[in-house]
């Protein structure tokens, strides 16, 4: 929450003890224009337009990246003050960068973990803004805050880790900005601010987000986040220069720890080792509760999947295998009861997890902490077929493990924003989940990782190590993303703030591609992930046929997309200009790639036809009419002589079956949803997978079993099977169209929309079909109901349905808000 920006002047009053400052606070707040004076603490805020009186303090920065295990211990940063009236209102304002956990003599400030989110440090921190009126006291107080790295700065490694975010621009120590406006119950009014009246020390902590934390309890400050605690002995804060352009309240939930478990099992090895295995595939970290003498470390070692003596295998692409995923606690006191720790700064992706320890314990116990961005549950499908219900169980629990201030794509290895993963999966995620704030936010971070030149990146946030800038299929998505954003959540603020960027990136390309003959030649990472490159190195999860093909009609859809948003925002003349450009892509896009006699989409390599060539030309209207029919069939039948299989990578497999059904043939689509055999979802489900993998098969140890950029089926689940589909943005209008397959007794689902929920689900027995829908009040909504068999059966509906047409196997009703049902018999 952003404070009152009407104020400009402020007070300074108190003692020695206390930095007061009458004026300004936050909403919520008693309101009035109290009698104001200069201030003799002064400071300029973080950025024009913020009520922040407070000074960004914290250690200085090296001149160089330290090494792993030699960078700085954690700060611990204290401001005791006094307070001699009854407080009636008090609020906290923080930003930690990279991360922090707050206290207020001795409480926890909130809940929330790994926060603030992740962002381009550089331009924007984000803040929180907490109610601590309860914490509060007359007399002694105190502000305690650690601080953690997080994404801010990682210790240089040998190899540099990939990425270069070691060399991030925005790299530097820890940083705190932070102020508690409190209101008293005679109406005057106190602030406390960070400042060079701080008191610093070391904490007992190193962390590095990428490989791990330890933990000295011997260097701990028992009771340090108390008022009575004696920081005589600490040193003051220093004052450091801003390190952020914009200061802006946080615009999405924190990370939380969600769920605590136990190990399912444990497995002794030969060298003493333990290796707990907790059954399933998350994300956090592990808590322990440990007894043994003071000086004896406990090293926890993180991972997906073990190696052949048992051990949990790790992987040496960011850094060396022998410090990644790895915390240590180091037991203090005299060896007397149960110490009970977990790191703070740190988070893993693990099922496994193998403890050694220096010296014998007296006692031990383990848990798995899950922590992840608490969006809300506000999605549910439910099936007769048990194999879709497990499939759409695994990939919401990918996507909850991706969520951690940014969409990423594996909480295991790289930890990254990569921007064709969140768009892939937006659909499925917001079918889920509530993840309007979180993308919007991720979206601020894509475009303020946008270059001067309109160059956009692969990742956001970008640290700059990563060489490859303007890939249609994965820079581009930031119009995909903003657009799909607009679809489930109705905001054109979204459009607004994002189009700039946009047009700025689709320009630079339109004016690249006039130089190579109207078409993209440049680097694109293709349709990522298709069968079979599994067995490529780990890197190279490329597809056979090249890139070019899928890079250039991305673009043309992306150009399409943008002429629809001018259009919305009321650019016209940029709607005719990037609809040009699509039209030319068209025209150059079939001229390259489309084999009009063989009715196939190709590049000109031994390989240059698979199922998403097709797909990307008939899911974006770019084949010609008279082509359409020859191209779509040849799609079908790649498909029937693989037996029904799937051969897409993340591009592809996200349009597949929606093509199909889009084109009459759903009862194909759900025969690929169900197969069990390589490759397919089903495979995973056969495989255990208990999260959406990053291939079609573990070949290798190093590719990920929690990566959701290929477990789209779950848009059809929702948006086909069941049936609800968004007919305007925001859902202002509704489409409920369900597929009914044979050998499918029933399917349902149901999603919290901006207007309220829409459910769907339909159920078929002894030749009857039944489909309730549930939607909003006064919500237009067409609902098509399917005649299974396409011949001819008699439809019978409640009298707040109103009958349009009866039209390609199905009867159209209209409807504006209630539940209602309908009979197919």
């Known amino acids: 929450m952003s404070l009152n920006r009407s104020a400009t002047r402020r007070q300074v009053v108190g003692s020695a003890a206390a930095a007061v400052v ?21 400071s300029s805020p973080p950025s024009a337009g913020n009520d922040w009186t407070a000074e960004w303090i914290g250690r200085d920065t090296p001149s160089a990246a330290p090494e792993l295990g030699k960078q700085n211990p954690v700060p611990l940063l204290r401001r005791a003050f006094t307070l001699g009236k009854r407080v009636k209102q008090a609020r906290f304002n923080i930003v930690g960068m990279g991360y922090y956990e707050a206290w207020i003599n001795g409480h926890r400030v909130g809940d929330q973990v790994l926060d603030p989110p992740p962002s381009a440090y550089d331009q924007t921190a984000f803040s929180r803004s907490f109610d601590v009126t309860k914490s509060l006291r007359g007399g002694d107080n105190a502000i305690a805050v650690t601080l953690g ?27 705190l900005l932070a102020q508690l406006d409190i209101v008293f119950g005679d109406g005057s009014r106190q602030r406390v601010v960070s400042d060079g009246t701080w008191r610093i020390t070391d904490g007992p902590t190193r962390d590095a987000l990428y490989f791990g934390e330890s933990y000295d309890a011997r260097l701990a400050s028992p009771g340090w986040t108390n008022a009575s605690y004696d920081d005589s002995a600490w040193e003051t804060a220093r004052v450091q220069p801003a390190p952020t352009k914009r200061v802006v309240p946080a615009d999405m939930p924190p990370v939380k720890v969600t769920d605590t478990f136990g190990p399912v099992g444990v497995t002794r090895l030969t060298t003493g080792t333990k290796v707990y295995d907790f059954g399933r595939t998350t994300a956090g970290w592990a808590r322990i509760k440990v007894g043994g ?100 169980a695994i990939q919401r629990a990918s996507l909850l493990d ?95 703030d994002n189009y700039p960027a946009m047009a700025r990136w689709l320009d630079l390309i339109r004016t690249t591609i006039a130089g190579t003959d109207g078409l993209y030649t440049g680097f694109s990472f293709g349709d990522w992930s298709p069968p079979g490159a599994e067995n490529a190195a780990t890197v190279a999860l490329r597809p056979p046929e090249g890139s070019l093909l899928t890079a250039n009609a991305d673009l043309y859809h992306e150009a399409r997309l943008l002429a629809g948003i001018a259009r919305e925002l009321g650019h016209s003349g940029d709607a005719t200009r990037f609809d040009t450009m699509a039209d030319a892509l068209a025209k150059k896009f079939n001229e390259k790639f489309l084999d009009a006699d063989a009715g196939v989409y190709r590049t000109p390599v031994e390989a240059g036809y698979r199922q998403t060539s097709n797909l990307v030309a008939l899911a974006y209207g770019l084949v010609p009419d008279q082509h359409r029919d020859k191209v779509f069939t040849n799609l079908v039948k790649d498909i029937t002589d693989r037996g029904d299989h799937l051969n897409t990578g993340a591009i592809g497999t996200k349009l597949l079956l929606p093509v199909l059904t889009g084109h009459g043939r759903a009862d194909l689509a759900y025969r690929i949803a169900t197969r069990t055999s390589y490759p397919s979802w089903g495979y995973w489900v056969k495989q255990g997978a208990t999260t959406s993998w990053e291939t079609w098969s573990m070949t290798k140890k190093d590719l990920s079993m929690n990566h959701p950029f290929l477990g789209t089926v779950d848009d059809w689940f929702y948006q086909h099977l069941a049936g609800i589909r968004a007919a305007a943005p925001g859902y202002a209008e509704v489409l409920i169209a369900p597929v009914v397959p044979d050998g499918l007794r029933h399917a349902s689902a149901r999603v919290t929309t901006p207007r309220g929920e829409v459910g769907a689900g339909w159920r078929q027995e002894k030749g009857r079909l039944t489909l309730t829908v549930k939607v909003p009040a006064r919500t237009p909504t067409e609902v098509r109901v399917p005649l299974p068999d396409g011949g001819a059966r008699s439809v019978t509906a409640d009298r707040g349905a109103t009958r349009v047409e009866r039209k390609d196997g199905h009867v159209v009703y209209r409807v504006r808000g209630g539940t209602h049902v309908f009979h197919v018999s």
């Open 22 to 42: 009458i004026g300004v606070v936050s909403p919520g707040l008693a309101h009035g224009s109290p009698s104001m004076s200069a201030s003799t603490a002064a």
């Open 402 to 496: 991706n969520m951690w201030g940014i969409p990423s794509d594996t909480p295991w290895r790289d930890r990254q924003g990569w921007t064709a993963d969140a768009y892939l999966y937006l659909d499925s995620a917001a079918l889920n989940f509530d993840v309007e704030g979180l993308y919007r936010q991720w979206l601020r971070t894509f475009r303020e990782s946008q270059r001067a030149d309109g160059s956009l990146p692969v990742i956001a946030p970008n640290p700059g190590g990563f060489p490859l800038w303007n890939d249609p299929s994965w820079s581009g998505t930031l119009i995909s993303s903003v657009w799909t954003h607009y679809q489930h959540y109705g905001d054109t603020g979204v459009l607004v």
């Open 293 to 392: 003498a003071a000086g004896t470390t406990v090293t926890l070692v993180y991972g997906e999947q073990l190696n052949d003596d048992g051990t949990v295998f790790q992987s040496a692409m960011l850094g060396p295998a022998a410090v990644t995923h790895r915390d240590s606690y180091t037991l203090g006191g005299k060896g007397k009861g149960t110490q009970t720790w977990e790191p703070s700064f740190t988070r893993h992706g693990f099922r496994y997890v193998e403890v050694t320890t220096s010296a014998p314990l007296t006692s031990f116990g383990i848990e798995a902490r899950v922590a992840h961005t608490a969006v809300a549950s506000t999605g549910r499908f439910d099936s007769a077929n048990p194999l879709l219900n497990r499939i759409n």
């Open 149 to 175: 790295r997080g994404f801010l700065s990682t210790p240089e490694t040998t190899p540099t880790t990939l990425f270069g975010l070691s060399k991030a621009p925005w790299t530097q120590e820890p940083r």
